[in-house]
């Protein structure tokens, strides 16, 4: 499969010309070649009006396409690319109107905006489509060896079986305990080699060695130092490098212009959501006895207590009896109208108040509850170092992970976020939220997995340990 990566990236450069194409094309169709209801009497002067928008609907097109991750490996379900395209075409049709009345420019009736849109959204997702085939093809299906500790290995090997596409199939899970040698020659009969992040630097060393040695691919998950080192400045004293690490918190700049953002961002949401608030506030009122908000303690920068605005979505005083305890799938706390604002995050506007006041921001790690964060953080001690932010309302776990993700994998997350913070990767990550606020599996309470041990026997995954391995030698088999 190793032959096929050349091809496959030629072909990915390939997308975005098509997808320029495709953007022009339909704006050249719309005014060229209308449907016979749509009018079409432009004068030369809307022409060139036209050619002045062309360049700004082109590039923001190709940007939403990559915020929504459409120019990555095609390991996404066809689901995925028809509603990544719908909301690229809704942006881009806000983006020409605004275009349209910014520049001042009469070359964009409200019919020709629509055909514009309908062209865009069947061809952009046709070719999508098309693409995503294509590319599975030319990326081929790529063999994996999971190098760790039980029962972190399995762990992974579930995360790999649930990504869509079935593009890496798992062949080996490889216990470091046993010996390399049996390692290296698994790496042979493999394309990626997947590490686990809890070994020591000597076992990395050596999977490195071999890897490099045999032309492997790796895939690397991360620990809080591997995330730290990160866009790490490089100093020299004299003629010896070394790392400047700095302490995983935001500048004073950074800060200012977070704030800055926060503010203008929360008052044009309050403002542009309060119909939705209000009609909300009387659905809860007629549903159930109760306040039609919710407060309760929440953390946030540097482990200061501060009290969350939520729309209540429970019955009132459910936790009276149950205690503090995660939501779980089909709670029986959760009101009719409730389970409607959870699963559209209606629920979570009033947040936009305490963005405001200053503790919260639009988007930085989630605000867990004191009792679950001291649990946290004896389970996980880098715990405490997502408290460097102010809590946020989105962020990289919210949009990358589910509600099931682990807090573990939430923690990377978090302290990815910190690390790369910048204004630009907060207004991507507004923009991705979009995307994820009506995907079922990101709003839904705790729900059971399934057993790994039901996944090796679905996916015929070979646990490899020292008889086994050599039984499998001589069967010919590996």
């Given at each position: 499969?190793?032959?096929?990566?050349?091809?496959?990236?030629?072909?990915?450069?390939?997308?975005?010309?098509?997808?320029?194409?495709?953007?022009?094309?339909?704006?050249?169709?719309?005014?060229?070649?209308?449907?016979?209801?749509?009018?079409?009497?432009?004068?030369?002067?809307?022409?060139?009006?036209?050619?002045?928008?062309?360049?700004?609907?082109?590039?923001?097109?190709?940007?939403?396409?990559?915020?929504?991750?459409?120019?990555?490996?095609?390991?996404?379900?066809?689901?995925?690319?028809?509603?990544?395209?719908?909301?690229?075409?809704?942006?881009?049709?806000?983006?020409?109107?605004?275009?349209?009345?910014?520049?001042?420019?009469?070359?964009?009736?409200?019919?020709?905006?629509?055909?514009?849109?309908?062209?865009?959204?069947?061809?952009?997702?046709?070719?999508?489509?098309?693409?995503?085939?294509?590319?599975?093809?030319?990326?081929?299906?790529?063999?994996?060896?999971?190098?760790?500790?039980?029962?972190?290995?399995?762990?992974?090997?579930?995360?790999?079986?649930?990504?869509?596409?079935?593009?890496?199939?798992?062949?080996?899970?490889?216990?470091?305990?046993?010996?390399?040698?049996?390692?290296?020659?698994?790496?042979?009969?493999?394309?990626?080699?997947?590490?686990?992040?809890?070994?020591?630097?000597?076992?990395?060393?050596?999977?490195?060695?071999?890897?490099?040695?045999?032309?492997?691919?790796?895939?690397?998950?991360?620990?809080?130092?591997?995330?730290?080192?990160?866009?790490?400045?490089?100093?020299?004293?004299?003629?010896?490098?070394?790392?400047?690490?700095?302490?995983?918190?935001?500048?004073?700049?950074?800060?200012?212009?977070?704030?800055?953002?926060?503010?203008?961002?929360?008052?044009?949401?309050?403002?542009?959501?309060?119909?939705?608030?209000?009609?909300?506030?009387?659905?809860?009122?007629?549903?159930?006895?109760?306040?039609?908000?919710?407060?309760?303690?929440?953390?946030?920068?540097?482990?200061?207590?501060?009290?969350?605005?939520?729309?209540?979505?429970?019955?009132?005083?459910?936790?009276?009896?149950?205690?503090?305890?995660?939501?779980?799938?089909?709670?029986?706390?959760?009101?009719?109208?409730?389970?409607?604002?959870?699963?559209?995050?209606?629920?979570?506007?009033?947040?936009?108040?305490?963005?405001?006041?200053?503790?919260?921001?639009?988007?930085?790690?989630?605000?867990?509850?004191?009792?679950?964060?001291?649990?946290?953080?004896?389970?996980?001690?880098?715990?405490?170092?997502?408290?460097?932010?102010?809590a946020g309302i989105t962020g990289y776990a919210q949009v990358m992970g589910?509600?099931?993700?682990?807090?573990?994998?939430?923690?990377?997350?978090?302290?990815?976020?910190?690390?790369?913070?910048?204004?630009?990767?907060?207004?991507?990550?507004?923009?991705?939220?979009?995307?994820?606020?009506?995907?079922?599996?990101?709003?839904?309470?705790?729900?059971?997995?399934?057993?790994?041990?039901?996944?090796?026997?679905?996916?015929?995954?070979?646990?490899?340990?020292?008889?086994?391995?050599?039984?499998?030698?001589?069967?010919?088999?590996?």
């Open positions: 499969m190793k032959n096929n990566s050349q091809a496959y990236q030629i072909f990915k450069i390939f997308i975005v010309f098509a997808d320029v194409l495709i953007l022009c094309g339909c704006i050249l169709i719309a005014l060229y070649f209308p449907l016979p209801w749509v009018a079409s009497n432009l004068e030369e002067r809307n022409i060139q009006d036209i050619s002045r928008v062309l360049p700004f609907i082109c590039v923001g097109g190709v940007f939403l396409l990559y915020v929504y991750n459409l120019y990555s490996d095609p390991g996404r379900s066809v689901f995925d690319i028809v509603y990544s395209v719908i909301l690229v075409v809704l942006f881009l049709t806000v983006i020409t109107m605004a275009l349209s009345f910014f520049l001042r420019s009469s070359a964009f009736p409200r019919t020709i905006i629509a055909y514009n849109a309908g062209l865009q959204a069947v061809l952009l997702t046709l070719w999508r489509i098309s693409a995503l085939y294509i590319g599975r093809k030319l990326h081929g299906k790529q063999t994996v060896l999971i190098v760790g500790h039980e029962p972190e290995t399995q762990e992974i090997a579930k995360k790999i079986l649930l990504t869509p596409g079935s593009l890496y199939e798992i062949k080996y899970l490889f216990d470091l305990s046993k010996d390399y040698k049996i390692m290296r020659k698994l790496i042979q009969n493999v394309d990626q080699v997947f590490i686990c992040p809890n070994i020591t630097p000597k076992e990395r060393q050596k999977i490195f060695s071999s890897c490099v040695a045999l032309n492997t691919n790796i895939f690397m998950i991360p620990t809080l130092f591997e995330i730290s080192v990160k866009n790490a400045a490089l100093q020299n004293f004299d003629d010896m490098p070394a790392f400047r690490i700095g302490q995983i918190k935001l500048t004073w700049e950074q800060k200012t212009v977070k704030r800055l953002f926060d503010i203008i961002f929360s008052v044009v949401s309050l403002v542009l959501t309060s119909p939705i608030l209000l009609i909300s506030a009387i659905a809860i009122k007629l549903d159930s006895p109760g306040p039609v908000f919710y407060r309760q303690e929440r953390i946030t920068e540097n482990n200061r207590v501060f009290k969350v605005i939520k729309l209540r979505t429970m019955q009132n005083g459910a936790e009276e009896l149950t205690g503090s305890v995660l939501a779980a799938e089909n709670d029986p706390r959760i009101t009719k109208v409730g389970a409607f604002l959870r699963a559209t995050r209606v629920d979570e506007l009033p947040q936009f108040i305490n963005v405001f006041l200053g503790d919260m921001s639009v988007v930085g790690p989630r605000p867990e509850r004191p009792i679950f964060t001291e649990q946290f953080k004896m389970e996980q001690p880098d715990y405490d170092y997502r408290s460097a932010v102010k589910k509600y099931t993700t682990s807090f573990t994998d939430k923690l990377r997350y978090d302290l990815m976020y910190i690390r790369n913070y910048s204004l630009w990767l907060d207004i991507t990550l507004v923009i991705q939220t979009i995307k994820v606020l009506f995907t079922k599996q990101a709003a839904v309470g705790v729900v059971d997995d399934y057993t790994f041990k039901d996944s090796l026997a679905m996916k015929n995954i070979r646990l490899v340990h020292r008889d086994g391995y050599d039984e499998a030698l001589k069967a010919g088999s590996v």
